[in-house]
């Protein structure tokens, strides 16, 4: 017999046997049945075979649905584990002891030991020691309540190493022996932790540079609400801490539009830049106290095509354009020496080549030393010139500061050295210029220019008068004043074959601090000079102040 014909036959075996068991079943539950079968008298064989081939039919369809009912839930199993076998998150079911009875393939991963292993182990031992009093408490909530509840704790794996978790957990009904059931589900947190702590890291950087930052930073939104600033900000602005304190935008705002020089202007770009969102802005801004920020904004922030707001950077270039300004007027200086000093000494050299050369014929002595003499004052022209082309060229090389004009007049006098029989009056009541510290060197050349050229001066006098928007600070003589037709070229470098170096330099130097001067005295009277100070420029210390 083959193998084959043996199968088949064990198989027909088989099937014969099953059948057999079944009827014999089925045979005995009949017995026992309390049921009464149906009445059979009167029917043919026929309509006996019929009915019994129906009633096959039934079972066989009947047959059919429990196989496709068993097709369908055995398919709603293996997609249920498969779901729950590699959910992204571990599920554990607890006993009301915290016994471990069921994981998935996710939970045993996350916690390193196999699964087998996990089974019976009490879940206590899966939690790190310095929270196992956070795991007591959390459990016994759960088995309080029947609503999840929540824990972020520090879970174990089988090789010691540790992971920060985030357990949901539920309490199911009681069963029937009374026995608690607890589900819990664990997520791994160290990639959300991570990101968290990376954002936290570079929101103290960020925190720090803002705080450090040489600029004043404003962040404010399109509606003006304030998103953020630093301390630079509010120092910059010098902003009152209350309005700051208070979390008042609108007042912070004010306060800002309230310093400005040029207000208007201001909150114009300001609209024209919240409209115009992807635009970034950099000006210059002018404060009513002379100072000058440098303003700068970046386009506007946000996501996903909504905008959440600009920043604002304000930085104090004040310094930086009066250094700017400084650079400015010593090219200017340096051009107008440049000029004077090759113009005048070129001139003066050619006459005194033109004395040498004359001097080369003369024949007797007297001659020679008059040309000796001629030539000599012509080189003491050219070192006057030289001495006060250096006092111009040091003006405005130092910052300016407070000066106190009585006593800048009395160094002043001390470097002209007047005859005797002069004196020098002043009435300044305290006076203050915030000027250049070389201020004296205005006045000398006034006292001196009052000296030389005053032939009959005796007095010479300094004050000043208060007027509603300036200061009139007066340097006057009585001596025999400036005729007509100088008077009008008074303050240009040169008059005829002159030089008036002096007060060409007073003039320009009185430039570089904001200051003007004009000559008011009358002819055979003396000279005047009234120098022109503006507001923010002087002030009175004196407690002899005249009002």
């Known amino acids: 017999m083959t193998a084959k014909k043996k199968m088949s036959q064990e198989k027909g075996a088989g099937a014969s046997g099953n059948t057999r068991s079944l009827r014999d079943e089925a045979e005995k539950r009949l017995a026992r049945s309390p049921k ?302 440049n000029d004077v000093t090759y113009q005048y000494i070129q001139n003066k050299v050619t006459a005194v080549r033109g004395y040498a050369e004359l001097s080369k014929d003369v024949k007797t002595k007297a001659e020679r030393l008059s040309f000796i003499e001629k030539e000599e004052h012509i080189l003491a022209d050219i070192h006057h010139l030289i001495k006060n082309t250096r006092e111009y060229q040091e003006i405005g090389l130092l910052l300016p500061q407070w000066i106190p004009v009585e006593r800048s007049v009395r160094i002043a006098v001390s470097l002209v050295s007047p005859k005797p029989g002069i004196s020098i009056e002043t009435a300044l009541h305290g006076l203050e210029l915030y000027t250049d510290p070389l201020i004296e060197k205005i006045f000398a050349n006034l006292i001196e220019n009052a000296v030389i050229h005053g032939k009959t001066t005796r007095r010479i006098r300094f004050s000043c008068e208060e007027k509603p928007d300036d200061l009139i600070l007066i340097c006057e003589d009585d001596g025999v004043g400036i005729s007509p037709e100088i008077k009008d070229h008074l303050f240009e470098r040169s008059v005829g074959e002159n030089i008036r170096f002096g007060l060409f330099f007073v003039r320009e130097c009185l430039l570089l601090s904001g200051m003007t001067i004009a000559e008011t005295g009358e002819p055979g009277k003396g000279t005047r000079f009234e120098i022109t100070v503006p507001k923010g420029a002087y002030r009175f210390t004196g407690a002899d102040r005249k009002n």
């Open 36 to 337: 009464i079968s149906p009445t059979l008298k009167g029917q043919t064989p026929e309509q006996l075979i019929h009915e019994i081939q129906v009633h096959q039919i039934e079972f066989e369809l009947q047959a059919e649905e429990l196989r496709r009912s068993k097709l369908s839930l055995e398919g709603a199993r293996d997609k249920y584990l498969d779901l729950y076998e590699f959910a992204p998150v571990g599920y554990l079911t607890l006993t009301d002891k915290g016994i471990i009875t069921n994981a998935n393939l996710t939970g045993a991963t996350l916690l390193g030991v196999e699964r087998n292993n996990l089974i019976r182990a009490p879940f206590s031992k899966c939690i790190a020691e310095k929270d196992a009093d956070t795991w007591h408490r959390y459990f016994v909530n759960i088995l309080k309540q029947e609503e999840k509840q929540t824990c972020t704790l520090t879970l174990k794996r089988g090789d010691g190493s540790t992971f920060p978790a985030r357990l949901e957990s539920i309490r199911l009904p009681v069963s029937s022996d009374g026995a608690a059931t607890v589900r819990v589900a664990i997520s791994d947190m160290t990639e959300i932790w991570q990101a968290e702590e990376e954002i936290t890291f570079k929101n103290v950087i960020l925190s720090t540079q803002q705080e450090t930052s040489l600029d004043g930073i404003l962040a404010v939104d399109e509606n003006g609400k304030i998103l953020s600033y630093n301390r630079h900000f509010v120092e910059l602005w010098g902003i009152p801490d209350d309005i700051i304190a208070s979390g008042s935008d609108k007042q912070t705002l004010q306060s800002i539009i309230d310093k400005l020089a040029n207000p208007d202007a201001f909150v114009a770009r300001v609209t024209y830049l919240y409209t115009h969102k992807d635009e970034k802005s950099r000006e210059e801004i002018e404060l009513k106290d002379g100072r000058i920020f440098d303003r700068y904004s970046a386009p506007m922030f946000g996501l996903n095509k909504k905008y959440y707001g600009r920043v604002w950077y304000f930085r104090d270039i004040t310094g930086h354009k009066q250094a700017e300004n400084t650079l400015a007027l010593t090219a200017r200086k340096l051009t107008l020496m």
